[in-house]
């Protein structure tokens, strides 16, 4: 069974940068082809896709967030961050890690409640 544990901070300041890890078990990232995702979830709203790394290290980012966001994995530490530049209190939500595996979301990330504050 897949799981992912989500670290990082829960605080971080205007224009910093917001860094999340997630790490995953029960599966090997060298050789599984998932799509692994980064979503968010603004307070009172939806569910907001970030982006996501593939297995051959291709990424696709939200429109709106492209310009700030970076998506990466990591195959020896078996795990795969995601970097936001240049936050504002806009960017305050919870953060999810998820994989996507034949077409369908089966792993998820515990959720980071993170709040650009300073």
């Known amino acids: 069974q897949v799981q992912l544990v989500q670290s990082g901070p829960g605080l971080v300041k205007p224009s910093q940068t917001l860094s999340l890890t997630c790490n995953v078990s029960?599966?090997?990232?060298?050789?599984?082809?998932?799509?692994w995702i980064w979503i968010r979830q603004p307070p009172g709203k939806g569910l907001d896709w970030i982006g996501y790394?593939?297995?051959?290290?291709?990424?696709n980012y939200s429109p709106s967030l492209k310009s700030r966001a970076s998506v990466s994995r990591d195959t020896s530490r078996n795990q795969f961050t995601l970097q936001l530049r240049s936050v504002t209190p806009d960017d305050t939500a919870i953060y999810y890690c998820?994989?996507?595996?034949?077409?369908?979301?089966?792993?998820w990330g515990q959720g980071t409640q993170v709040t650009v504050s300073s």
């Open positions: 790394v593939s297995h051959t290290d291709s990424t």
């Open positions: 998820a994989r996507v595996s034949n077409m369908a979301y089966d792993s």
């Open positions: 029960g599966t090997s990232m060298l050789v599984d082809q998932s799509w």
